[in-house]
């Protein structure tokens, strides 16, 4: 990337927005990544030569998407109102989900996805021509899709829950003041509870198909909070991609290797050798990313020095 003075990276001269350069120092651009294979490991004295911009712009990119999907740790957080219909719609960059929060009261409450299915295709049944027969209703050649008796008691809050939150029956226990005795469940009923469903807070379970997120009743009209990673394409507006500085000579020997390993007539060892630096390079990156300062592992440590009661 091009230098800029402190002025314009705090200021940006005074366009909108103001903090379009705050952190842009730690990225290299794909257009400056491609420009410098090009210059330094592109030509007729280097393994790589005559090969089309197009080409190594193609694996750059996907270096970059490999990248951004473990070792980046670059997180993106989108919170969004849950309303009557129980979804949330995934993001236009969306690749994959890291968590999923309930932002309540202001706590951040961490939901967990449910095991049983919460969502359904249903076919209108029976079909006139077929009576006391599993053939559905068609609309020209295609069966008729209607909603499902699971989405529908979702919606409406009939469905029940395992978990321990208000869908689950035996969240309110009534009690018989006249015994003193719980009425409708015996005593002790969560003995043995199992531990895998021994959440209070909302489920969820994501239909990647369908490209939206599922909720239990509990939900409604509560702020959801997705952290997720995408490929780091931007949308496929190729100006704006870009990557951390620690990555960048990762990004050239990938290209290297991923050129050399489809190449006709280049030796094994070639490729080996190409394969082994890219690797090694990788392994280099994620520890600087990796951030371990001693005073972290400072707070680990004295997190493990405490009373047992």
Request: aromatic share 12%; hydrophobic share 30%; proline share 3%.
């Amino acid at each position: 990337m091009s230098y800029i003075n402190q002025k314009k990276y705090y200021t940006n001269d005074g366009a909108s927005p103001t903090n379009k350069n705050w952190g842009s120092y730690q990225y290299v651009s794909l257009e400056d990544i491609v420009n410098n294979y090009l210059l330094m490991y592109s030509g007729n004295h280097s393994l790589v030569n005559n090969e089309e911009r197009y080409k190594i712009l193609f694996h750059t990119k996907r270096g970059i998407q490999e990248l951004n999907y473990d070792a980046f740790k670059e997180i993106k957080a989108l919170e969004l109102t849950v309303y009557d219909d129980l979804i949330f719609i995934l993001p236009s960059d969306y690749v994959n989900w890291v968590k999923l929060s309930l932002y309540k009261d202001g706590y951040i409450r961490p939901m967990v996805e449910n095991i049983q299915v919460n969502s359904a295709t249903s076919y209108t049944q029976p079909n006139a021509s077929y009576p006391n027969t599993g053939i559905p209703n068609f609309t020209d050649n295609d069966a008729t899709v209607d909603e499902s008796t699971l989405d529908t008691q979702r919606k409406n809050g009939q469905q029940k829950s395992i978990y321990l939150n208000k869908d689950n029956p035996n969240d309110e226990v009534p009690l018989d003041t006249q015994a003193n005795f719980y009425a409708d469940y015996t005593i002790g009923a969560r003995y043995g509870l199992n531990t895998e469903t021994a959440n209070i807070n909302p489920t969820f379970r994501i239909d990647k198909k369908a490209g939206v997120i599922n909720f239990d009743s509990t939900m409604v009209n509560e702020n959801c909070i997705l952290e997720y990673i995408s490929d780091g394409m931007e949308g496929g507006d190729d100006s704006q991609i870009q990557v951390n500085k620690l990555f960048e000579d990762y990004i050239y020997a990938y290209v290297n290797y991923a050129i050399l390993s489809n190449k006709f007539n280049v030796q094994e060892y070639i490729v080996t050798r190409a394969r082994k630096k890219k690797s090694a390079l990788l392994r280099n990156a994620k520890i600087r990313m990796s951030n371990i300062h001693p005073s972290r592992i400072v707070m680990n440590l004295r997190g493990e020095n405490k009373w047992i009661k």
